[in-house]
Nanobody, 119 residues
Framework: QVQLVESGGGLVQAGGSLRLSCAAT????????MGWFRQAPGKERQFVAA????????YYADSVKGRFTISTDNAKNTVYLQMNSLKPDDTAVYYC????????????WGQGTQVTVSS
């Protein structure tokens, strides 16, 4: 069973920065892509960013383009989400997810980490 372990959430003032990390614990974990999603209170979970392991292609939600950057450390099987110029609207629980294949949905999910941006 693959586990995704997230860290790096916290409380930050508007305009500040945070970096989230997500490490996959399985040694034999094969994956096509990893992504970040978020869910604010009373709202549906939404896509934030994704990265394809094989070629490094990245994808972002319009709401975070230019402010967030997704990256990987292949040797550590870890994905990062650098979040700059944070806004109160970015407040949510952030989830890491892994996708084994190009088709279909995400197969594994982390437990989530809280990000709170104060105004």
């Amino acid at each position: 069973q693959v586990q995704l372990v997230e860290s790096g959430g916290g409380l930050v003032q508007a305009g500040g920065s945070l970096r989230l990390s997500c490490a996959a614990t399985s040694r034999t974990f094969t994956q096509y892509a990893m992504g970040w999603f978020r869910q604010a209170p009373g709202k549906e979970r939404q896509f934030v960013a994704a990265i394809i392991w094989t070629d490094g292609s990245t994808y972002y939600a319009d709401s975070v383009k230019g402010r967030f950057t997704i990256s990987t450390d292949n040797a550590k099987n870890t994905v990062y989400l650098q979040m700059n110029s944070l806004k109160p609207d970015d407040t949510a629980v952030y989830y890491c997810a892994a996708k084994k294949y190009a088709t279909g949905g995400y197969d594994y999910w982390g437990q989530g980490t809280q990000v709170t941006v104060s105004s």
